[in-house]
């Protein structure tokens, strides 16, 4: 399944649309804290690093790219780059 737009909604909410019309509707704070990445999730035993209560409510998408064919990479208002997400986990989601 692939995205056919992404919307911003509001300062920390963005909604993708996806080719079969779906609508996902993400609110940034809860997307940051689903990252995957090396840096918030241990690689070897799957353990959260990430403290969900340091991920600031008002934290924001600086920048989203598109990673191939298969992923979107989320720059964010805190600093955090090194995420990528998936588009199965962000239908998912």
Not at 2 to 19: C, G, M, R, Y
Request: glycine residues 6%.
């Amino acid at each position: 399944m692939q995205p056919v737009k992404l919307e911003q909604n509001s300062a920390t909410d963005f909604s993708i649309h996806w080719e079969d019309g779906h609508i996902s509707k993400y609110h940034s704070a809860d997307l940051r804290r689903a990252c995957a990445c090396a840096s918030c999730v241990n690689e070897w035993t799957g353990e959260k690093q990430l403290d969900d209560k340091k991920v600031p409510e008002d934290i924001h998408p600086v920048n989203i790219r598109p990673a191939g064919n298969y992923a979107l990479h989320i720059q964010w208002s805190d600093g955090h780059a090194t995420g990528f997400y998936s588009f199965e986990m962000l239908r998912k989601l």
